[in-house]
């Protein structure tokens, strides 16, 4: 689950070399696409038998809140916050593998790609609260490189789970390393908690910035430069 | 006239007596409650009417905290996560905290928040105070919804104090909403608190409902309005009112 993302995840998977030491996330290379398939379908029934119990919860959290849960507003309320909270969570359910589709082709190309103002919302695991924002991608392919909106989905996986902003920022840049195996990923967050902004603190206009850095933007200072420059600065 | 405070489950039953039960957020039809066809109510029942609205008080919040962060960690599992992994072990406390905090206009009266901030003062002229940030929750997905309020007011020989209308702004839109629902109930309270000319409230909105699930359109902002008295009547003075809340 979430927490524990840096755990592996098969042990069935030991034997494949990895020799870029980007980390120790697994893939599955080897599901048939039918057995991805059968794999959604349970998730589904997976999401409609819980569908239930949340909807019980949400009910009990209105009425001790102090509404009336018969009025019109809210008779249905119960079931489309559930169906929403599962919605915000679906991410729990898909891998990288499932999305990228094998949209992974051979090119000659070694300068830099990057996807920016990629929306990206989340929920925040302490409060339950939502925050969201833009996420800047870039990397420096090795002989291989990704069809472009499999990097947005990769922020869509990540995203839609229960989520720290800086292991969000972090399983992108992993999740993408682990697929492409390029020279070096870049990714930077900027969002706006709702949970600081709603509530707490109270504070409008504040954002928070966070960044990772792989490869060869971790060690060449003007890589890193020309990536900040061409995404976030631009 | 007796105001029994009301609990939390008994609302329901309230609808009927159209006195002071009927300005729960959802029976608030826009009418001054307990307004019947030929009856002929004195000012001051009209006006008490309105404050009767406090649903909640913090000895309530204390209590329903521990079934709240029950709920929550039911919600937490049902959705697959482990509730006891680090970052999810005080996650039900603070999220039922959070939602109290977002619905704690239900604890709050309009009368105790005008603190007697009306003055009496010669001015006819319209009055604006723009761009109120506001934050509310959608009742129906329970998703956060934030945004601007703008209202104007044409004074009656009384001004209200002007974070005071800020503070009504956050007593309705502190509760499950419908934005068509907040923006009435903000102009109908400034109306019955000074007896004003005319009001005007615009609210301009992002609905996290539709950005962040469903149609999933980022950009889109829902827009409602109540103009009320003069504001209503006059399109020149609606006209002003528009056209100074957009410079």
Avoid at chain 1, 72 to 88: D, E, H, I, N, V
Avoid at chain 2, 57 to 86: F, W
Avoid at chain 2, 134 to 144: A, G, I, R, T
Wanted: proline fraction near 4%.
């Amino acid at each position: 689950m979430n927490g524990h993302c840096n755990v592996k995840m098969s042990d069935a998977m030991e034997d494949i070399p990895f020799n870029n030491g980007f980390g120790d996330l697994i893939i599955d290379n080897k599901k048939s696409a039918a057995h991805r398939k059968h794999e959604s379908s349970r998730k589904e029934a997976e999401d409609k038998s819980r569908l239930p119990a949340l909807e019980a919860a949400y009910t009990s959290i209105l009425r001790e809140l102090g509404e009336d849960t018969d009025r019109q507003g809210l008779l249905r309320t119960p079931l489309r916050a559930a169906k929403a909270m599962q919605f915000l969570t679906k991410g729990y359910h898909e891998t990288i593998d499932d999305i990228l589709n094998n949209a992974i082709f051979d090119e000659d190309h070694d300068e830099m790609v990057i996807v920016k103002d990629i929306d990206m919302f989340s929920l925040c695991e302490h409060h339950l609260v939502p925050f969201f924002g833009k996420v800047h991608i870039g990397y420096i392919p090795n002989k291989k490189v990704v069809g472009l909106s499999k990097l947005a989905r990769i922020v869509e996986i990540f995203s839609r789970r229960l989520q720290v902003q800086e292991r969000l920022t972090k399983q992108i840049a992993m999740g993408i390393s682990e697929a492409l195996q390029p020279k070096g990923v870049a990714v930077v967050i900027e969002a706006a908690h709702m949970c600081m902004v709603m509530r707490g603190v109270q504070k409008m206009n504040s954002r928070t910035v966070t960044s990772t850095m792989l490869g060869v933007y971790l060690e060449d200072p003007k890589t890193r430069e020309e990536f900040l420059t061409l995404s976030v600065h631009a | 006239m007796e105001h029994s405070k009301q609990t939390q489950y008994s609302s329901a039953e309230k609808k009927d007596t159209g006195d002071s039960s009927s300005v729960l957020n959802g029976h608030f039809d826009g009418k001054p409650p307990g307004a019947e066809s030929g009856a002929h109510r004195p000012a001051a029942s009209v006006m008490e009417s309105w404050r009767e609205e406090r649903t909640r008080s913090v000895e309530d919040n204390e209590m329903s905290l521990p079934s709240l962060a029950e709920a929550y960690t039911t919600i937490l599992r049902g959705l697959g996560e482990d509730p006891q992994r680090q970052g999810l072990l005080k996650t039900p406390w603070r999220a039922a905290t959070a939602m109290q905090f977002f619905t704690k206009g239900y604890q709050e009266k309009i009368i105790d928040v005008l603190n007697d901030a009306i003055f009496d003062e010669d001015h006819d002229e319209m009055v604006i105070v723009k761009d109120i940030d506001m934050f509310s929750m959608c009742e129906h997905h329970l998703v956060p919804i934030f945004g601007r309020v703008h209202i104007g007011y044409l004074p009656n020989k009384r001004v209200l104090g002007l974070s005071k209308l800020a503070r009504i702004v956050e007593i309705y839109s502190r509760r499950l909403q419908v934005q068509e629902r907040l923006t009435k109930q903000i102009a109908v309270a400034i109306t019955e608190a000074l007896q004003p000319t005319g009001v005007g409230v615009v609210i301009e909105a992002t609905h996290m409902c539709m950005v962040m699930r469903g149609v999933q359109k980022m950009n889109s902002k829902t827009v409602t309005s109540t103009m009320l008295g003069v504001f209503r009547e006059d399109p020149k003075t609606r006209d002003e009112f528009l056209t100074l809340i957009r410079s």
